[in-house]
């Protein structure tokens, strides 16, 4: 089993900040790629941020230049930093972690049970 664990959500004002944290644990082998999605009221999932093992990012549009998503030294760990956020960021926000299992070595897809983020004026 991994578990992935959010923090950080809460209530803002337009144009303030937010630093989301994102944590997996368990049965851990290797980590592909960590990720920030987000589901707004009526919304479908939508992808925010991923980055990849060796570091490659792939931000949503409405999200380049305000969000920044970040590695820490400790283990399976990111960081979203939201900047600049608009009322149209409110949504829960879901961590998605992929990779493989240490016990078979087989892919796992987990998400944690997300945080919310609500941006008010």
């Known amino acids: 089993q991994v578990q992935v664990v959010e923090s950080g959500g809460g209530l803002v004002q337009i144009g303030g900040s937010l630093r989301l944290s994102c944590v997996a644990s368990?049965?851990?082998?290797?980590?592909?790629?960590m990720g920030w999605y987000r589901q707004a009221p009526g919304k479908e999932r939508e992808l925010v941020v991923v980055?990849?093992?060796?570091?490659?990012?792939n931000y949503a549009d409405s999200v380049k230049g305000r969000f920044t998503i970040s590695r820490d030294n400790a283990p399976n760990t990111v960081y979203l930093q939201m900047n600049s956020l608009k009322p149209e960021d409110t949504a829960v926000y879901y961590c998605?972690?992929?990779?493989?299992?240490?016990?078979?070595?087989?892919?796992?897809?987990?998400w944690g049970q997300g945080t919310q983020v609500t941006v008010s004026s």
């Open positions: 368990g049965s851990i082998f290797s980590i592909n790629a």
């Open positions: 998605n972690v992929r990779g493989l299992r240490s016990n078979d070595r087989y892919e796992y897809d987990a």
């Open positions: 980055i990849t093992s060796g570091g490659r990012t």
